[in-house]
């Protein structure tokens, strides 16, 4: 499959009174054209913070350090800002984590659609309008037409994550990506949001990185998966052997967390907690929690070694 989008050795650190933070440290992966790519970790994993360098949005105090984000031959770290505003929306399009956030309150549901369409399309205000419905439409908002003189604040949080879903489709961009789309959603309606970009996927062929903590959703929707923690890609691979044969012990605590039905007892817990970002273990991150842990574990960093076709981890385990 195709690279439609690279993130090659992406460096962000957060400089504040405590001392320098190191959010993402050397992180690369790509997702082909038409891809469903899930990027799992837990809070604080980077895997947000990758995500917002793709489109430079990195909150202050942040800064991308290195690396380099391409897209279409052209590094995006490095094109004028005037380019940059260009592909933020219509090329490449980002559902926020809390879409009460992301809306603005104080504006209609129309005026938030129709405003992109007329900076990026140049639409009149009927062609604007017809465009919104359609898409309101097309993530399954029920009587659109009277729906998009709506304010955020009349629709649920499954209807507003749909709108969500709709601005950010409205320009048919080449990759979209899902940050945490079903958070605070009950289950009923995160399956049907999940069912939604799935079938938009397959419809319109809009490339998805789908980012998330939730194991579950990544097995039901994604065709691979990237593994984080710490700042670091820890593993990467086909869903399947990652579900299968997880290398990382990472990865392989995760799988282990996920409640099975029926189950009883108390469920898996991993030792320890996550290091604060100000202060790393040396050697690997993950060392100090870590119980198949090396003497070099704590010395030094681990390599990037494939351990299947396609599938690679970054463990002394496999060196």
């Keep these: 499959m195709k690279s439609l989008l690279q993130i090659k050795d992406l460096e962000v650190s957060f400089h504040t009174s405590q001392g320098v933070a190191q959010a993402v440290c050397g992180v690369s992966y790509d997702i082909g054209q038409g891809e469903v790519l899930g990027v799992v970790g837990e809070s604080g994993s980077g895997k947000s913070i990758t995500a917002l360098s793709v489109l430079r949005l990195v909150p202050y105090p ?40 992301s809306l603005n309150p104080a504006f209609t549901i129309e005026n938030q659609l129709t405003e992109a369409l007329h900076n990026h399309r140049k639409m009149s205000q009927k062609e604007a309008r ?34 969500m879903i709709a601005e950010a489709l409205l320009l048919d961009p080449d990759v979209l990506l899902a940050d945490e789309p079903t958070t605070a959603l009950d289950v009923t ?33 994604a065709r691979r998966v990237v593994v984080m923690y710490c700042g670091r890609v820890v593993e990467q691979g086909p869903v399947k052997q990652i579900f299968e044969q997880a290398r990382h012990p990472y990865t392989q605590g995760l799988l282990k967390s996920i409640p099975k039905p029926g189950g009883r007892g108390k469920l898996y817990e991993m030792e320890g907690i996550v290091p604060s970002l100000y202060e790393l273990p040396r050697g690997c991150p993950f060392n100090p929690r870590c119980t198949q842990r090396l003497p070099q574990c704590s010395e030094s960093a681990p390599p990037w070694r494939e351990v299947q076709p396609g599938h690679h981890a970054l463990c002394w385990l496999y060196a």
Excluded: C, W
């Design 189 to 221: 309606v995160q399956a049907s949001v999940l069912d939604l970009m799935q079938r938009l996927n397959e419809r319109i062929g809009t490339a998805i990185m789908l980012i998330t903590h939730n194991l579950g959703v990544v097995a039901e929707s």
């Design 62 to 101: 942040g800064r991308i350090t290195g690396g380099q984000v391409l897209y279409e031959g052209r590094d995006l770290l490095s094109v004028p800002e005037k380019q940059m505003r260009k592909v933020r929306g219509d090329r490449i399009s980002m559902i926020f984590q809390e879409p009460m956030i």
């Design 130 to 163: 017809d465009r919104a419905i359609e898409m309101l439409t097309l993530v399954d908002i029920p009587d659109p037409a009277k729906r998009i003189k709506d304010y955020p604040h009349h629709l649920s949080g499954g209807m507003r994550q749909r709108v």
